[in-house]
């Protein structure tokens, strides 16, 4: 997997990377817009980090009767759908947005290969994301009923999700602040040359 985006990022250009990150942030924003107006609509009783995390498919299922009660299961499920909109452009934002930033640090550089290990490894993020929607439209369809298992799979990848989130989001700046640190060295470098 490593190779094949070392092989992308020396393929594309610059302009290339930059543009598909900026068109991954506006796809993202959309997204988040639209996941959010979905998920209030189903008027799930707690945020969804909470219910993602809790790990405890009793309070999943209490959650789930409350949407059904509420006769919002329906809008939840759609929700899920539209999830599937933001986990695409968290792939394209991270990956080339981790990806360009991989080109501000010199060719052949450990810098740079970790930039691109970092794009590599963001996908992990929307990938367990992926799962965690597959795993929720099991439950889903026996939500009074899916066995326990069940709710400790779907938790254990949006903790992964939410770890790599972190980590992407946090590798982004740093792999700036080195490509920056690492030119002014240089830089510094060749003026003490002179």
Request: aromatic share 14%; net charge positive.
């Amino acid at each position: 997997m490593f190779k094949a985006f070392d092989r992308y990022q020396a393929l594309a250009s610059n302009r290339q990377l930059v543009v598909l990150a900026l068109t991954g942030l506006a796809l993202n924003l959309w997204a988040s817009g639209l996941l959010n107006a979905a998920y209030s609509a189903s008027k799930f009783p707690v945020p969804y980090w909470t219910a993602q995390l809790s790990f405890d498919h009793e309070k999943i299922k209490d959650w789930y009767a409350f949407l059904i009660a509420n006769r919002t299961l329906d809008q939840y499920v759609y929700t899920q759908l539209v999830d599937f909109l933001f986990i695409g452009s968290v792939l394209i934002l991270h990956t080339s947005a981790l990806l360009a930033v991989s080109r501000a640090c010199s060719e052949g550089s450990k810098a740079r290969k970790y930039m691109v290990l970092a794009a590599a490894l963001s996908t992990i993020a929307p990938l367990a994301d992926a799962v965690e929607n597959a795993i929720s439209f099991v439950m889903l369809s026996d939500p009074a009923r899916f066995p326990a298992m069940l709710a400790i799979a779907y938790s254990s990848m949006a903790a992964l999700k939410f770890a790599m989130f972190t980590f992407a989001y946090a590798a982004l700046p740093a792999g700036l602040l080195a490509a920056l640190y690492l030119r002014f060295v240089r830089l510094r470098g060749r003026a003490s040359e002179a």
